[in-house]
């Protein structure tokens, strides 16, 4: 490993992004037109995610359809590590997860990985609970299938998943850790063994089984890393390798490079915020492409490729691809502002944090039952 790719490891993204150098430096495969033609197959339309190249990468992913194909379902797997309030780049992932989920008509086991949190965060054991069932609320409220999705927390369901990560453990060793994540010998010793843990839900459902099933992760690329590594240690234990769907950062909202974190107030709109909120971080904070003064921008026109509030619109909120084309010619031209940019981003994003709000209110009395259904399945 270069020192280069210790930018993008789970614990810390910097440095200019360059996705198609990713590609390469973690050997994984571009989803090309022909990629997206076998999933379009399945799926009779394209998710706009996959159109704009939000999610731009996979492992495995013809293997896994190939399989489908014969009848041979997977299951999708992802995950959220629960240290604070959520933001729009959560969500990201997991709507498109859910599109899959849809369309496939398949199971998904969601991990809540406390323990990372606690390990990795100046936290207490009792705060990251708080968040673990808060952040529950936001996933439930994207209105995954409850009689299919089965939530697992690291901590709570420690005794279905501890047998399997000592296993996958066992076969990896300590300098790979290091070279990997970037991990010193001053990393307390939780964090050396945590990556068996993330490892565990592409396996757990066919330990339960008791039968190989295929597993899709869909994630953000810097979580690739765990699965590097935990990848070939599956085959050796006489399972599947699961296959990947890699997705791009929503970016911070200072600017297009690294991606959105609750650590810092000018980088992330929360699923909490209020319409005010979200009005005022967009006004102060988006990183605008256009030109410096008004007239300068009707001349010349605005950059929407490093313009944040246009990659919010490309990423999550503008689903249209016609609005979408618009858009952005009338900026690129100049006929569109700025602020009129701002503006729309800001109605867009209030649109869905309102329903989504109301949604996070009644997911209260769902939390239960996403439980139980993973107790369920174990039986
Ligand atoms: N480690 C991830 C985070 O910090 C959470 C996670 C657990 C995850 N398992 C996953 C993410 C599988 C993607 C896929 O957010």
Redo the contacts with the bound molecule.
Sequence with gaps: MTKESDKVT?WKVSGDLDYEKLIKKFGIRELDENMLKEIEKFTGELHFMLRRKVFFASRDLKWLLDKYKKKEKFFL?????PSGPLHLG?LQ?WIFTKWLQDKFDVDLWF?F?DD??FLFKDKSYEEIQKWTYENMLDVIALGFNPKKTHFLVDTKHANLMYPEAIKIAKKINFSTIKAVFGLTDQANIGQIFYTSM?AV?AILPSVLAKKNIPCL????ID?DA?FRVSRDVMPKLGFYKPAIIHGVFLPPLQGINGKMSTSNEGSAILTTDSPKEVERKIKKYAFSGGGTTLEEHKKKGGNPDIDVSFQYLKMMFEPDDEKLKKIEQDYRSGKLSTGELKEYTIKKINAFLKQHQIKREKAKKKVKKFLKSTKFSFE
């Excluded at 797997?77 to 590590?81: H, P």
């Design positions: 789970p797997y992802t995950g959220c590590g959560h992932t991990q990985t990372e949190k993330q839900p992760i869909p994630l953000g979580q765990h």
